[in-house]
């Protein structure tokens, strides 16, 4: 689909993320109506000219409340998934730095049982627990994602370990800290940016998941999980009601794999063999 | 050898302990009184009850041990686990390990069919689309690989319901679990899975293209198909360990399908147990789910032990670089 | 007659019809694309095989000799694309090699027909080059099976006489054998049995030996020069090593940048070079085998690095390094020299405090190295100083020349920004890296060049000691002397002592005061260079020095 010098799934990526971008950033100038205001009178309206992608059962325009809604979902994603990959860097450095320690055993150990709790587990555990909010969801996301950021990290710093570079550095008087920001962090760096874009995607998804089924963030919120449950609980008079959402988490998703895809490509430019 | 297995075993139970450890407090963390959770709130019964109520608590309260230390509580609860009681539903009043049994046979049968499905696809597609590589052909499978894999579950299940449950007519809903109404959750669901394993083959293969003993392979005047069948047998070996892993993650997400497709499996049912705030089945299906993820990896790093121990070594270096 | 002895009666295929020409390449024109570029590799080449000879096609890096092979059979990458040129395999078949435009793979050309029975091909790394989940066993029987050269049953017998004819005294047990299970010589044998056993009309063999220590290249050689006299084989010998096409070939075509610089036979062309390349080729290599006579007495007796008792084992169990003595006095040139495994970087990697022996001391100027922590270790790269055998990959890519030099003084932090940039800027000029260069990152720079970057940096905290751990073994000959003049200018003019690890035995033997040949992971003996060749009294040291004579005979 793409290779270095043509990076079609980049590009298009890119450019899906920026009309997306656009969209929700600019709802409160583009979206037709007010997202909260309710108008009794036409509830559950199907698509037509006035309201593109119809009503939900209080009579509000889904469309904006579509647009609306992006920001609260990206925005939160977007921080969670931040605060698991810093978390993971962080953790895959030290354990790769210390490789065969006591540190990096009890890290592994840690990662292990994380590893041993599905998401959607531990989402549900915590949903039932405390209570369905999507800070709550946020929470869980932070509390188990970091975990792939971190086997990552430490598969590439003992890469890294073995290479001539390294010993190079060590050689050469560096310490601890020059080692870890000049050697390390810049070969840690890009491969997990790339898993960030597809996790990023999957994280969105199992957010939407979890609010399909009612254990996201609730209604009324603008936001579009909660219109996701909103309109699984009428699905069978409105079905249309969950394609706003559903439109825009694809969208989001597919930018995001696009660029994953495309930055991939980039990075490790193998020869592709024929035979 | 042995001392290899009997290392991976100990680490298992190791996760398993520090698995329990964490449920354990995220029930004493979650915030409200039990007790109240099951009585209901004091502040609903009326003022001449408060007296009762606040017996019936403290009876509850001594009946769940909730008034002894947390050790205690917890080797309690663990000495409970061991003879495998989970507790008993606040809704139906049955013991949960007997439920949550009674719907094991739904959700395996799910997931492996979906497993089968998903392991079919991606083997064929993956190679496929290696064999293509920068072709028509890949291009087309890597862009539905990008598609699908950005698509909501539910989204998926439910245009497939609407598709052959309303439009062909050719499935029918119904809240009971059998054969004939198996294929459209496990094809949703292997659906889902798919384009991981479509990508991974996909990588795999291209890497052992590039090796040099496929080269050499050429070299000896062997076909096309015969070298690829060389690289194939290199390129599966990871490949099957992400099919043995991706059950785990299937088994969790079949929570969504079950859910659609009113699919009477252990996910749907603690589901329904959430909405119903039944924690002792909360906590039992936390606790299956997370055995069963424990003992799947342990399954698939024996197997891999028993395979020649070089190769293992090299191939789980391998399968770790792949993003 | 001997082939009737390994393959039967059926003698026919092996004595073919006389044909004066069995390869013969015409014009062919070989380019890579490099992003948006197309890079021209062999330009109008055109060279000619004759039957029952050995041609070794000798280059340096860059010169398109690897291209040859794979252009041949068929197996450049992608990104390579046949400009033209034909190919005449025997008396009947003509490949057109430009069939296919635009496609390095050349489609159109059968190449399923070609490949095994008409050029088979021997490559550098021959553990690489066999199915890692297949027996060996299992190769022969494919290959035998696929080209329908025997019958199911007389499969096995055919591979252990193929594997007898090739030194293997026990053929059953190693075709129950993986390929991990064998050493590289080992698979490099199994290899050409693999090759024979298709009886190719033209055997290629890609750097067969440049992968593997001396004796086991020697082995593998010389059981390519017998089989090929004894089955009157065709090879096509593609080679760096002067030393390795003066062993086995008859005829030599030395290869420059995509020419032919000289063609002709192998002792006339080593002994009279015509062509200036060739000279130059054949002076590098006399530079660095040529022992200088000055040195004898340039070192004092004192030491400045004692190490007494090394021990040193892999996961508690393989020992890498047992009782290891040896005495480094200043200013002394001490060669270390060892085969792949013996340990010897293992040693100059617990020198420099990238691994902490089990066992012994290292004393540097009464201090036991080994025995420091922290901040005293890292101290020590103000006295002791490595440069690596991949230059290029032991500088970060992101940096400039000027940049990977001020590193260890920032580190250290001596000096402040000016007073680096004068420091690093004398060490390259030294090093020969000035002007436009400075500002070149290693990516735009030679590999020689890199290495010379990498010296800089390690002389730049003017160490006492430095180690070079195999540091001209990767450069292509030419380079490899300029690099080793260089280190004895700089070893005169700084007064450093140098530990030179090596598998090479000329290089140590012209370079170094005292040589000390490892095996096993300990030292058999320390001899001074000049007297090592008749003195010695261990039999791996005769070993190494008499494979290493044999191929250099009549070169000098």
């Given amino acids: 689909?793409?290779?270095?010098?043509?990076?079609?799934?980049?590009?298009?990526?890119?450019?899906?993320?920026?009309?997306?971008?656009?969209?929700?950033?600019?709802?409160?100038?583009?979206?037709?109506?007010?997202?909260?205001?309710?108008?009794?009178?036409?509830?559950?309206?199907?698509?037509?000219?006035?309201?593109?992608?119809?009503?939900?059962?209080?009579?509000?325009?889904?469309?904006?409340?579509?647009?609306?809604?992006?920001?609260?979902?990206?925005?939160?994603?977007?921080?969670?998934?931040?605060?698991?990959?810093?978390?993971?860097?962080?953790?895959?450095?030290?354990?790769?730095?210390?490789?065969?320690?006591?540190?990096?055993?009890?890290?592994?150990?840690?990662?292990?049982?994380?590893?041993?709790?599905?998401?959607?587990?531990?989402?549900?555990?915590?949903?039932?627990?405390?209570?369905?909010?999507?800070?709550?969801?946020?929470?869980?996301?932070?509390?188990?994602?970091?975990?792939?950021?971190?086997?990552?990290?430490?598969?590439?710093?003992?890469?890294?370990?073995?290479?001539?570079?390294?010993?190079?550095?060590?050689?050469?008087?560096?310490?601890?800290?020059?080692?870890?920001?000049?050697?390390?962090?810049?070969?840690?760096?890009?491969?997990?940016?790339?898993l960030a874009t597809f996790e990023l995607g999957s994280l969105i998804l199992s957010i939407a998941a979890l609010s399909f089924l009612g254990l996201g963030s609730q209604p009324p919120a603008p936001e579009w999980g909660s219109m996701l449950a909103d309109g699984r609980d009428h699905f069978m008079q409105a079905p249309h009601i969950l394609i706003g959402p559903a439109l825009f988490i694809f969208l989001t998703v597919l930018a995001f794999n696009l660029i994953g895809e495309g930055l991939r490509d980039r990075l490790d430019p193998y020869e592709k063999t024929e035979l | 050898m042995y001392r290899m297995l009997l290392r991976k075993l100990l680490e298992a139970f190791v996760t398993l302990f520090c698995a329990t450890l964490i449920i354990f407090a995220l029930i004493r963390l979650a915030p409200g009184d039990p007790v109240q959770l099951l009585l209901g709130h004091p502040g609903e019964a009326a003022l001449s009850d408060k007296q009762a109520f606040n017996d019936r608590a403290a009876g509850l309260r001594a009946q769940l041990g909730l008034d002894q230390s947390m050790i205690k509580q917890y080797t309690a609860w663990i000495h409970n686990l061991v003879q495998l009681d989970l507790g008993t539903s606040i809704h139906t009043g049955r013991a949960v390990s007997a439920e949550i049994v009674a719907r094991l046979p739904a959700t395996a049968m799910l997931s492996a069919a979906a497993l089968l499905i998903q392991a079919v696809l991606g083997l064929f597609f993956g190679t496929v689309s290696a064999l293509k590589a920068g072709k028509s052909y890949d291009n087309a499978i890597r862009l539905a690989c990008v598609a699908l894999a950005s698509t909501p579950a539910f989204v998926i299940g439910l245009f497939l319901l609407s598709l052959f449950a309303v439009t062909l007519g050719a499935y029918e809903i119904s809240s009971e679990a059998g054969l004939s109404r198996l294929w459209l959750p496990?094809?949703?669901?292997?659906?889902?899975?798919?384009?991981?394993?479509?990508?991974?083959?996909?990588?795999?293969?291209?890497?052992?293209?590039?090796?040099?003993?496929?080269?050499?392979?050429?070299?000896?005047?062997?076909?096309?198909?015969?070298?690829?069948?060389?690289?194939?047998?290199?390129?599966?070996?990871?490949?099957?360990?992400?099919?043995?892993?991706?059950?785990?993650?299937?088994?969790?997400?079949?929570?969504?399908?079950?859910?659609?497709?009113?699919?009477?499996?252990?996910?749907?049912?603690?589901?329904?147990?959430?909405?119903?705030?039944?924690?002792?089945?909360?906590?039992?299906?936390?606790?299956?789910?997370?055995?069963?993820?424990?003992?799947?990896?342990?399954?698939?790093?024996?197997?891999?032990?028993?395979?020649?121990?070089?190769?293992?070594?090299?191939?789980?270096?391998?399968?770790?670089?792949?993003? | 007659m001997f082939a009737a002895r390994y393959f039967g009666e059926d003698t026919s295929i092996m004595v073919k019809k006389e044909i004066e020409t069995m390869l013969q390449v015409t014009n062919l024109q070989v380019a890579y694309k490099q992003g948006r570029q197309s890079v021209s590799v062999l330009d109008n080449l055109s060279f000619g095989l004759r039957q029952g000879e050995i041609l070794a096609l000798l280059g340096e890096s860059g010169s398109g000799k690897s291209t040859i092979a794979k252009a041949v059979t068929g197996l450049l990458p992608p990104s390579a694309h046949i400009g033209g040129g034909t190919m005449h395999i025997g008396s009947t078949l003509r490949v057109d090699m430009a069939v296919g435009k635009g496609r390095g793979k050349g489609r159109g050309i059968q190449w399923e027909r070609i490949r095994g029975r008409g050029v088979a091909m021997l490559f550098q790394d021959a553990q690489q080059a066999l199915n890692p989940v297949l027996k060996i066993g299992a190769h022969f029987r494919e290959s035998l099976l696929f080209h329908r050269l025997a019958s199911p049953d007389e499969v096995v017998p055919i591979s252990i006489r193929l594997l007898s004819l090739l030194g293997f005294t026990d053929g059953e047990r190693i075709l129950e054998c993986y390929p991990f299970q064998l050493s590289g010589g080992m698979c490099q044998r199994v290899c050409l049995a693999l090759a024979l056993c298709l009886k190719p009309s033209v055997l290629i063999a890609d750097e067969p030996t440049s992968a593997l220590d001396t004796v086991s290249q020697k082995e593998v050689l010389d059981l390519l020069k017998r089989t090929q006299k004894e089955l009157g084989l065709t090879v096509l010998l593609i080679t760096h090593d002067i030393a390795v096409a003066n062993a086995v070939s008859d005829r030599v075509i030395v290869l420059n940048k995509g020419a032919i610089e000289e063609e002709g036979d192998t002792r006339t062309v080593f002994s009279k070079p015509r062509a200036a390349y060739t000279r130059q080729l054949?002076?590098?290599?006399?530079?660095?085998?040529?022992?200088?006579?000055?040195?004898?007495?340039?070192?004092?007796?004192?030491?400045?690095?004692?190490?007494?008792?090394?021990?040193?084992t892999f996961d508690g169990k393989k020992r890498v390094l047992h009782d290891v003595n040896l005495t480094l006095n200043r200013k002394e040139i001490l060669g270390i020299l060892g085969g792949s495994g013996s340990g010897k970087s293992t040693l100059a990697r617990c020198i420099t405090g990238l691994e902490s022996p089990e066992g012994g001391h290292v004393i540097y100027r009464g201090t036991d190295i080994c025995r420091l922590r922290g901040k005293g270790k890292r101290g020590l790269c103000k006295h002791i100083q490595m440069v690596f055998q991949d230059a290029r990959a032991s500088l970060n890519a992101g940096r400039t020349a000027m940049q990977l030099v001020q590193e260890p003084l920032q580190y250290m932090h001596i000096g402040n920004k000016e007073e680096r940039e004068t420091l690093a800027s004398f060490y390259l000029h030294e090093v020969g890296i000035t002007g436009d260069l400075l500002k070149r990152r290693p990516p735009q720079l030679s590999t020689g060049q890199c290495q010379r970057i990498a010296i800089a940096r390690a002389l730049v905290l003017r160490p006492e000691v430095l180690i070079c751990d195999e540091a001209v073994s990767a450069l292509d000959m030419s380079v490899q002397a300029q690099i080793l003049a260089l280190l004895q200018r700089l070893h005169k003019q700084f007064g450093f002592s140098i530990l030179m690890i090596s598998h090479d035995i000329r290089v140590l033997r012209s370079f170094c005061h005292h040589i000390a040949v490892m095996n096993n992971g300990s030292f058999s003996e320390v001899k001074r260079a000049s007297a090592l060749l008749h003195e010695s009294k261990q039999s791996y040291t005769q070993l190494l020095l008499k494979c290493a004579g044999d191929m250099e005979e009549g070169l000098y």
């Fill in chain 2, 186 to 323: 496990a094809l949703t669901l292997g659906l889902i899975g798919a384009p991981q394993l479509i990508r991974m083959v996909r990588a795999n293969m291209l890497s052992e293209f590039g090796r040099i003993y496929v080269l050499s392979a050429l070299s000896r005047g062997l076909s096309r198909e015969r070298v690829v069948k060389h690289a194939l047998r290199n390129a599966l070996l990871p490949v099957i360990t992400m099919i043995a892993l991706s059950l785990t993650s299937l088994i969790s997400g079949a929570v969504v399908i079950e859910s659609i497709f009113s699919w009477p499996g252990i996910g749907k049912y603690a589901l329904d147990s959430i909405l119903l705030k039944d924690y002792p089945v909360i906590q039992g299906y936390a606790l299956v789910m997370v055995s069963l993820v424990i003992l799947i990896h342990l399954c698939v790093d024996v197997v891999y032990a028993l395979i020649d121990p070089r190769i293992h070594r090299k191939r789980e270096a391998g399968a770790e670089e792949h993003v």
């Fill in chain 3, 282 to 312: 054949l002076s590098s290599r006399s530079q660095i085998a040529k022992p200088s006579r000055e040195r004898e007495s340039a070192h004092s007796r004192e030491p400045l690095l004692e190490i007494t008792g090394l021990e040193k």
């Fill in chain 1, 1 to 194: 689909m793409s290779n270095a010098n043509h990076p079609v799934s980049l590009v298009s990526g890119i450019v899906v993320l920026g009309l997306l971008a656009i969209l929700i950033l600019g709802a409160p100038f583009l979206a037709p109506y007010d997202p909260v205001k309710q108008n009794v009178t036409e509830r559950l309206e199907k698509p037509s000219m006035e309201h593109p992608l119809g009503t939900d059962r209080f009579g509000r325009d889904v469309l904006s409340r579509t647009l609306h809604g992006g920001q609260t979902t990206l925005i939160s994603s977007v921080v969670a998934l931040c605060a698991a990959l810093i978390i993971g860097l962080f953790v895959g450095l030290t354990a790769g730095m210390f490789h065969g320690s006591i540190i990096d055993i009890i890290l592994m150990r840690l990662i292990d049982v994380l590893l041993s709790f599905p998401f959607m587990v531990l989402a549900m555990v915590i949903a039932a627990l405390f209570g369905t909010s999507l800070s709550h969801l946020l929470l869980a996301v932070v509390a188990v994602w970091w975990v792939s950021f971190a086997r990552l990290t430490r598969s590439v710093v003992l890469h890294a370990k073995n290479e001539t570079s390294f010993a190079a550095a060590r050689v050469l008087g560096a310490t601890n800290g020059a080692i870890i920001f000049k050697e390390l962090l810049p070969k840690a760096i890009s491969p997990v940016l790339i």
